[in-house]
């Protein structure tokens, strides 16, 4: 804890100002040169690689699956039913999508671009949220929790807002089960249908597709939902980094941000526990926004739904799994819940370029200095 609450008291002498105009120019630049070559290779070699090696294809579509949720062992057969290719999984894909479009078919749309989305992020998220406070409760896990200090437990009082949130009661669970409950079935809904709506204008029939997602029977490859993911986690970054940050502002923390912020030591189930002007505007918008200018295919809408939703709950399990070594998260978003001002993106480029990351970085750091000596101690006593 003392470590933690040091790296804190020297946010203010470590922060620096705002970069100069030249490096935005340079940063930005460098940027989108880099998408518009990674996108120009990728329309060079997509055809190839879909056709001749489509084994290939499936693989890159799994690894960038697991890099939004981690390889978690009950997330992977998820992976390999969702992008998988070979004589097996492909034509029963195929299959079970095309009995989807035709048994959603004749609403205008309403079951596939609403309904549909609802159920996927409500189910997902709460088969994994209880599962994750299972596990919390249990203590079993422990040994992997980053604030261990703050271990979650089941109290049988009855105060309905605790001092501290990882203090479960029944009031607590119902109230954060409403307060996602509603955030889902009515921010999430009204999003969708307001999508939807606009989707339907006649003003975007001489649009290509002549809606914002594409809604065929033809599945995408692994290479292509990788793709298009790839492009929702830029565009989600940009801005959940900016929208988040705009919350911390002392305007919009104490009335929006602060209910998000009540668990300084995040859990899985109250991932989207949060003010529902918040869940719109730093959730819901971040992560379809990229979706809708890609035009992408309603099929890698619905696992981008499901991946994203394990990846947000991974970000707030509050543990350090085996399998995530090397991994960023959830280490990096448990810091922010545990200090604050920190910490704001997910992909860590814009916290590097705004300097948002440098009490993490001086953390790691004093952590890793700890290990080396730890390491020197037992050699010697060896």
């Not at 489509?54 to 992976?79: E, H, K, N, Y």
């Not at 998988?84 to 492909?90: F, K, L, P, R």
């Not at 949220?129 to 203590?139: E, F, K, N, V």
Request: hydrophobic share 40%.
């Amino acid at each position: 804890i003392g470590e933690r609450k040091m790296a804190q008291s020297k946010a203010a002498n470590a922060e620096e100002g705002p970069r100069p105009v030249w490096q935005w120019i340079i940063f930005w630049s460098l940027c989108t040169g880099a998408v518009y070559s990674l996108e120009k290779g990728y329309q060079s070699v997509q055809p190839w690689i879909d056709q001749d090696h489509p084994i290939a294809s499936g693989w890159i579509g799994a690894f960038v699956l697991t890099q939004i949720c981690g390889p978690s062992p009950l997330v992977l057969p998820f992976v390999y039913a969702a992008v998988a290719a070979g004589e097996t999984a492909s034509p029963i894909r195929e299959e079970l999508w095309s009995k989807f479009m035709d048994w959603s078919h004749g609403d205008g749309d309403l079951t596939r671009a609403i309904w549909v989305p609802t159920a996927i992020a409500v189910i997902v998220y709460f088969v994994n949220g209880l599962l994750c406070l299972a596990i919390d409760l249990s203590q079993f896990c422990n040994l992997w929790k980053i604030q261990s200090y703050r271990p979650n437990r089941w109290e049988t009082s009855s105060v309905d807002k605790p001092s501290d949130r990882n203090q479960w009661t029944w009031q607590q669970m119902r109230k954060v089960l409403a307060n996602v409950l509603f955030n889902q079935l009515v921010v999430i809904t009204a999003f969708s249908l307001v999508c939807w709506a606009l989707g339907h204008r006649p003003y975007l029939e001489s649009h290509p597709h002549g809606k914002f997602i594409q809604m065929n029977k033809s599945l995408p490859t692994g290479l292509q939902i990788a793709h298009d993911i790839l492009g929702f986690v830029l565009v989600n970054e940009m801005l959940f980094y900016y929208g988040h940050r705009l919350l911390h502002t002392r305007a919009l923390y104490a009335s929006i941000h602060k209910i998000h912020h009540e668990f300084r030591s995040p859990v899985a189930l109250a991932a989207e526990y949060c003010h529902p002007l918040e869940m719109l505007l730093s959730d819901i918008i971040p992560l379809f926004s990229g979706a809708i200018l890609l035009q992408t295919h309603l099929y890698t809408l619905y696992v981008w739904i499901v991946f994203a939703t394990l990846g947000t709950q991974c970000h707030h399990c509050g543990y350090d799994w085996p399998w995530m070594t090397g991994a960023h998260q959830p280490n990096f978003h448990d810091f922010h819940h545990e200090n604050f001002n920190c910490n704001f993106g997910n992909v860590l480029l814009l916290d590097w370029f705004h300097k948002t990351d440098v009490m993490y970085v001086d953390y790691m750091k004093q952590q890793q200095q700890k290990k080396k000596q730890q390491q020197k101690v037992l050699s010697k006593q060896e």
